[in-house]
């Protein structure tokens, strides 16, 4: 474990901080320099000449414009080969930046929806996060999302495809165009994956039309055991309180809120960390948003003057809300404990 200097740069100890990261879609991880060098080595043409070029066109000003950016993206992505690249590049970067447990998000119609089989896609992630733990220090895990401007039978047409795997994958989520795509269109098969002994996570996006109803939904009707974004939950004291109650992670990421709408919900986020909810710092699609988790909790802690005990309670949170068995838990959280110790903290 790096020892923290008390007097060093905050980017200094949050590269340092012990944390989990719990929102990171490793497509969205797809770097310009990796995107090029996927598509030369399977032949794909691109509409660009220089890494320049690509991450010149990664600008993008609403959920909707970054879809339509995010997703033709992925075609260099083939083979198995491709997708355990795809992972390690993440996976080395997290580790870089004191992530000790990821559970990532990947996107399988995005991929099947091309021809590349599910097997394909998750033989190749798993390869990579099954060599982290030894290699690189990071524990890592798959969490599969449904894309929710699919249908409800696409959606449980892939979860009944990912049984055979069940080994390999730890929950499932739902993602991609909010947009007159409600928790509720997928209750049966979230109720499905439930007994099939899979976590649960949703997205509610930050400031989507029906905000307010999606996250009641996801409470009450889903019964998700985290919820991805979910900033707006500050909007309603009622639901605000039964996420504290519930002791459930809310997945925020700032930088990203900061693309997609008007600020980065940084006071939201401070908010929800005063309230006592379960928030945590995340970044979502750093190769399109410019920022891997040190980055965001730097620029959270610099937006909203939040101290180093505020980050170490984020990094808690982070912790606390993971899918991990207690004595493992207990491990990341004494080592947490330690490096708070070292740089004369205390987030009580």
């Known amino acids: 474990m790096t ?19 719990l929102h990171l879609h490793l497509e969205g991880t797809l770097e310009p320099e990796l995107r090029m060098a996927l598509a030369a080595r399977n032949g794909v043409a691109l509409p660009h000449a220089t890494v320049e070029e690509v991450r010149a066109s990664y600008r993008f000003d609403s959920l909707a414009s970054f879809l339509a950016v ?18 390690w590049a993440y996976l080395r970067r997290a580790a870089a930046q004191g992530v000790r447990r990821a ?5 399988p119609q995005a991929h099947t929806g091309r021809g590349v089989p599910f097997a394909v896609v998750v033989d190749g992630l798993w390869d990579a996060v099954r060599r982290a733990p030894a290699e690189l220090g990071v524990d890592a895990a798959l969490v599969m999302c449904f894309l929710r401007d699919l249908s409800a039978e696409s959606a449980m047409a892939t979860l009944e495809s990912s049984l055979p795997h069940r080994d ?38 930050v400031d989507q039309p029906g905000t307010l109803e999606h996250l009641r939904q996801v409470l009450e009707v889903i019964g998700v055991d985290r919820i991805d ?33 008007a600020q980065m919900k940084g006071p939201e986020i401070a908010q929800l960390l005063r309230a006592g909810a379960k928030v945590t710092v995340n970044s979502d699609d750093p190769a399109y948003f410019g920022g891997y988790v040190a980055e965001n909790l730097v620029a959270l802690a610099q937006a909203q003057g939040l101290g180093r005990a505020d980050l170490v309670r984020l990094a808690r949170n982070s912790f606390e809300v993971a899918w991990v068995d207690e004595p493992t838990r207990a491990r990341y959280l004494a080592e947490l404990d330690a490096y708070a110790a070292a740089a004369g903290v205390d987030d009580a």
Not at 3 to 21: I, M, N, Q, Y
Not at 172 to 186: A, I, M, Q, T
Not at 231 to 259: H, K, Q, W, Y
């Open 70 to 87: 995010y997703y033709p993206a992925m075609d260099v992505l083939r083979t198995e080969q491709d997708f355990t690249d795809l992972a």
């Open 103 to 107: 559970e990532v998000f990947f996107d």
């Open 3 to 21: 020892t923290p200097d008390a007097a060093g740069s905050l980017e200094d100890f949050v590269a340092g901080l012990p944390k989990a990261e």
């Open 229 to 261: 974004h979910g900033s707006n939950v500050v909007e309603d004291p009622a639901l605000l309180a039964e996420v504290v109650r519930r002791g459930l992670g809310l997945t925020a990421c700032p930088i990203s809120n900061g693309f997609v709408t």
């Open 168 to 205: 390999r994958i730890l929950g499932v989520g739902l993602d991609s165009d909010e947009r007159g795509n409600p928790p509720v269109k997928f209750a049966e098969v979230f109720a499905r994956a439930r007994e099939a002994g899979y976590r649960l996570t949703m997205h509610c996006d």
